[in-house]
């Protein structure tokens, strides 16, 4: 535990630094760009492992951007999409409230969505609004047409997109068969989002994230229907794309040991 929060608060300070460092040396780039840099690297690093602390410290960065470039689209669409991580790392946890982070991450998408034709923002907000009705079940009368809208919008603009077949099926995977969702509909999205992955090459400010996430899923869409082989070989594909997968190392491969 001691080596993880020294492990945490180097990553942390290396990138404040580097963004200090940054703006000290003056300007080939915005200060905006170089927070938006090193707050990206933050999010890379803290999302397999789960770390809510290194999220948070990119957030403020991100916050930061926001203040120096407020119409910036990709500024924003990286702060909603630290939100969404900071709300699914911390739905579940004893006290943890994510209403409010949700409502801001789904705002911040909707500004972003509204400078720039991102497919991830629509994709992301679909998520949004998927955990918004899964803590407040009765929110689906409304809120569920309005997710639909966004991942029908995401598809419209990123048909190849492999994040958003990725949160599709994320979404499937939530949502009921009688409602659209359902393992069979989630195991198809995560396949086409799989098979996209193997050709995604994002460049720029472009989002790189969710190559090993649609393995993760699949596997969990495999526990699912008692199909635990399967489910153990597609978990592993995941750790050979993310080793730092500690949901999957510490949770779901040990689920499994107990299942049989």
């Given at each position: 535990m001691w080596e993880h929060r020294s492990l945490v608060?180097?990553?942390?300070?290396?990138?404040?630094?580097?963004?200090?460092?940054?703006?000290?040396?003056?300007?080939k780039t915005t200060p905006a760009a170089r927070y938006l840099d090193s707050a990206r690297t933050l999010i890379a690093k803290a999302t397999p492992l789960g770390d809510l602390a290194m999220l948070r410290s990119a957030r403020v960065l991100l916050d930061r951007a926001a203040i120096a470039a407020p119409n910036d689209p990709w500024v924003l669409h990286y702060l909603?999409?630290?939100?969404?991580?900071?709300?699914?790392?911390?739905?579940?946890?004893?006290?943890?409230?994510?209403?409010?982070?949700?409502?801001?991450?789904?705002?911040?998408?909707?500004?972003?969505?509204?400078?720039?034709?991102?497919?991830?923002?629509?994709?992301?907000r679909s998520g949004v609004l998927g955990m918004m009705i899964g803590s407040s079940p009765l929110k689906g009368i409304t809120l569920g047409p309005r997710s639909?809208?966004?991942?029908?919008?995401?598809?419209?603009?990123?048909?190849?997109?492999?994040?958003?077949?990725?949160?599709?099926?994320?979404?499937?995977?939530?949502?009921?068969?009688?409602?659209?969702?359902?393992?069979?509909?989630?195991?198809?999205?995560?396949?086409?989002?799989?098979?996209?992955?193997?050709?995604?090459?994002?460049?720029?400010?472009?989002?790189?994230?969710g190559r090993h996430e649609a393995w993760v899923w699949m596997g969990q869409a495999y526990v699912k229907e008692g199909k635990l082989d399967s489910a153990r070989a597609a978990y592993n594909r995941a750790l050979e794309i993310e080793p730092n997968d500690g949901w999957v190392r510490m949770a779901l491969l040990p689920a499994l040991d107990k299942k049989k």
């Open positions: 608060r180097s990553c942390v300070a290396a990138a404040v630094l580097c963004a200090a460092r940054l703006d000290a040396q003056g300007a909603g999409y630290e939100l969404y991580r900071e709300a699914t790392l911390s739905m579940g946890r004893e006290g943890a409230d994510v209403k409010e982070i949700l409502e801001r991450c789904d705002s911040i998408l909707q500004m972003s969505a509204a400078l720039a034709a991102i497919p991830e923002n629509h994709a992301l639909g809208a966004q991942i029908e919008r995401a598809l419209t603009l990123g048909p190849d997109n492999p994040r958003v077949w990725l949160l599709r099926g994320i979404g499937a995977f939530n949502t009921p068969a009688m409602f659209g969702g359902g393992m069979d509909n989630a195991k198809e999205y995560l396949t086409k989002s799989i098979a996209l992955f193997a050709k995604d090459n994002p460049t720029g400010k472009a989002p790189s994230w």
